[in-house]
């Protein structure tokens, strides 16, 4: 029974002392002061939330070009197809367009119906 107390007091005594730092850090998080954000600040966040909402696919569904016109995501994927010498894989398309698979299958399943792509093995697609 003495060894059963003598832990149940070094965990009592190991929560007193967290419970103290929780206390100490919520005290430093009150006094950290915030800065409003600049107009630099504020454009540099607004593109590197951007860039994130792209990778996950979650941006624009059409991508801009060089000239301004946009591209369609079928446009993107057939530009990825038309490029590679031996078919792209899905996991090369995904890594090149940063569409998510849902989006890649549409296009896929498009290009194939008008006749501008052929599936030459499971996964992997080459140009007409």
């Known amino acids: 029974m003495n060894l059963l107390e003598d832990q149940i007091r070094s965990i009592s005594e190991s929560l007193s002392?967290?419970?103290?730092?929780?206390?100490?850090?919520?005290?430093v998080i009150k006094e950290?002061?915030?800065?409003?954000?600049t107009a630099e600040s504020e454009t540099a966040l607004s593109d590197v939330l951007s860039v994130i909402q792209q990778s996950k696919g979650l941006g624009d569904r059409a991508?801009?070009?060089?000239?301004?016109?946009?591209l369609k995501v079928t446009d993107s994927v057939?530009?990825?197809?038309k490029r590679s010498k031996k078919g792209a894989s899905i996991a090369k398309l995904r890594e090149k367009t940063l569409f998510d698979p849902r989006q890649i299958?549409?296009?896929?399943?498009?290009?194939?119906?008008?006749?501008?792509?052929?599936?030459k093995s499971r996964g992997l697609y080459i140009k007409v």
Not at 78 to 81: A, G, L, N, T
């Open 78 to 81: 057939y530009d990825v197809i």
């Open 105 to 119: 299958s549409n296009a896929l399943y498009k290009l194939t119906k008008n006749g501008k792509i052929i599936a």
């Open 17 to 27: 002392a967290i419970s103290k730092e929780i206390e100490n850090l919520s005290n």
């Open 63 to 70: 991508k801009k070009t060089k000239n301004g016109k946009e």
């Open 32 to 37: 950290i002061h915030i800065a409003p954000l």
